[in-house]
């Protein structure tokens, strides 16, 4: 077995010190992009009560030992987006940061276990001001590095043109050649037309399962091409912590940045709904324990808080991604600082 160089090793390193610089300079970029706008810089505690509520995000737990000797679980947040919430709901209402997350049983070109995410808020605005903002920060980090397209995997897009906006209904009739409204929730219906179309279909498939197959396999490769993708209005059953569309409830205020492909961002029109959010989350860990055989806890201050929150919009975007396609790294790794140690390197 061949042992692979470890991180910083002086010519490992060398070659990915400039991805590092370049991931410094956008850093720095978006800093100013957003003091501009009047946000502010918040930090969020990594160690939380409830990592997260979504079925196939998996978390990290860990014992707090208290004094006499007694332990409690705590998790490492998936995301900053229970405590950006308490931060709005205490009264902040343009907030940024970038925060460390964690993920479980991810690790690929476009994964790490640790990873950084720019996470922003912004009280009693829609979503598509965050839609003009990710336009914003494509054309600051393209500005940073002084280059004119992004690029990844033989795909490339100019971070300077406006971002094509596409419905997920118009996505997967262009794409897929389907028509997603006929086909909510209608398992079956959609399973018969996935396998038409090439989709491995596996007995215990739900609705969401063969969405997100389809979605990865037929849409996904194709967003993002030449200019970047904005995503939008996917079926409410998709949007686990977005509100419904107010002309059609069936579909929710959610979307999703691409650029050469590669998912950047994800954005909501918020649920402020504390019962309804619990319903959801509920369903959520019930999926969870059936498929991983566990479940996280449900915050309860975080359902507190939302019902203190003003309405707003948020959004998650992969500052480790938007640094690789700007600066051209072709794996994750390449522009972390250091990154997580595999067994056996």
């Known amino acids: 077995m061949t042992r692979v160089s470890p ?65 409690s679980r705590l998790y490492l947040h998936t995301s900053p987006e229970f405590s950006c919430k308490k931060l709005l709901a205490a009264g902040e209402e343009r907030i940024f940061t970038f925060a460390r997350v964690f993920r479980n049983r991810e690790r690929s070109a476009l994964h790490h276990p640790e990873f950084t995410m720019l996470e922003w808020y912004r009280a009693h ?23 004119e397209r992004f690029a990844y995997r033989g795909a490339s897009v100019d971070p300077y043109e406006e971002p094509e906006a596409i419905s997920c209904r118009e996505a997967f009739d262009r794409y897929a050649g389907m028509d997603l409204a006929a086909l909510l929730g209608d398992r079956d ?12 279909v596996a007995e215990d498939d739900d609705w969401s399962d063969l969405f997100s197959k389809i979605l990865s396999e037929k849409v996904e490769p194709q967003l993002g091409r030449a200019r970047a993708t904005l995503l939008c209005d996917y079926p409410a059953s998709e949007a686990a ?47 969870r324990a059936r498929i991983y055989g566990d479940r996280y806890p449900v915050d309860e201050d975080f359902l507190a808080a939302l019902a203190h929150m003003p309405p707003a919009s948020g959004i998650a975007l992969g500052f480790d991604r938007l640094v690789m396609l700007a600066s051209g790294a072709e794996r994750i790794e390449q522009v972390l600082w250091t990154p997580v140690a595999e067994k056996g390197t």
Not at 189 to 200: K, T
Not at 261 to 273: Q, R
Request: with cysteine.
């Open 7 to 71: 991180w910083w090793a002086r010519d490992v390193y060398a070659d990915r010190k400039p991805f590092l610089k370049a991931r410094a300079k956008i850093a720095a970029a978006l800093r100013q992009f957003f003091s501009a706008q009047g946000f502010a810089e918040v930090e969020t505690a990594a160690l939380q009560l409830s990592p997260g509520n979504e079925t196939h995000i998996s978390a990290f737990g860990v014992d707090l030992v208290s004094d006499a000797g007694a332990a």
């Open 241 to 287: 912590l977005a509100r419904p569309k107010a002309d059609d409830p069936r579909f929710a205020e959610r979307f999703e940045l691409f650029a050469c492909g590669v998912e950047l961002a994800n954005g909501f029109g918020e649920l402020t709904d504390p019962a309804e959010q619990r319903r959801r989350f509920e369903e959520q860990m019930e999926k």
């Open 189 to 200: 219906g959609l399973a018969r037309v996935a396998a038409l179309d090439g989709i491995r």
């Open 125 to 147: 605005e829609p979503p598509e001001r965050l839609m003009e903002d990710c336009a914003g920060l494509l054309a600051a980090a393209a500005e940073a590095l002084g280059v």
